[in-house]
């Protein structure tokens, strides 16, 4: 968490993010947070996959407020998309391929 109170989940390239990865992420936010809502600019560029039970785990509520996914490829959009079309996202989501838009909008919102 940055001293302006934004959370920053960063996945590696390259990486297949399943079940356990998703949960232990998500525990971790709710751990950093100690039960404030904050917002938060999740890096998924150049992420290989993310299994549908994975993704599941992210429509559960956690303590971020806003979720602003950050993407660089075609790639990461259709990941994006498809996540948002198909699960109902816990609070506010979208995404971007933009760093300064996507911290903006959060800012905004926060």
């Given at each position: 968490m940055?001293?302006?109170?934004?959370?920053?989940?960063?996945?590696?390239p390259?990486?297949?993010?399943?079940?356990e990865?998703a949960?232990?992420?998500?525990?971790?936010?709710?751990?950093?947070?100690?039960?404030e809502?904050?917002p938060?600019?999740?890096d998924?560029?150049?992420?290989?996959?993310?299994s549908?039970?994975?993704?599941?785990?992210?429509?559960?509520?956690c303590?971020?407020?806003r979720?602003a996914?950050?993407?660089e490829?075609?790639?990461?959009?259709?990941?994006a998309?498809?996540?948002?079309?198909?699960?109902?996202?816990?609070?506010?989501?979208?995404?971007f391929?933009?760093?300064s838009?996507?911290?903006?909008?959060?800012s905004?919102?926060?």
């Open positions: 940055t001293d302006g109170g934004l959370l920053h989940l960063r996945w590696l390259g990486v297949h993010v399943q079940v990865d949960r232990a992420a998500m525990a971790k936010v709710n751990e950093v947070c100690q039960q809502e904050h938060m600019l999740v998924m560029a150049a992420v290989g996959s993310v549908r039970e994975a993704r599941a785990v992210w429509s559960i509520p303590s971020a407020s979720i996914l950050l993407g490829s075609p790639v990461d959009r259709v990941l998309n498809f996540f948002l079309g198909v699960h109902v996202p816990p609070c506010p989501t979208q995404f391929t933009s760093r838009e996507a911290l903006a909008w959060l905004a919102r926060a």
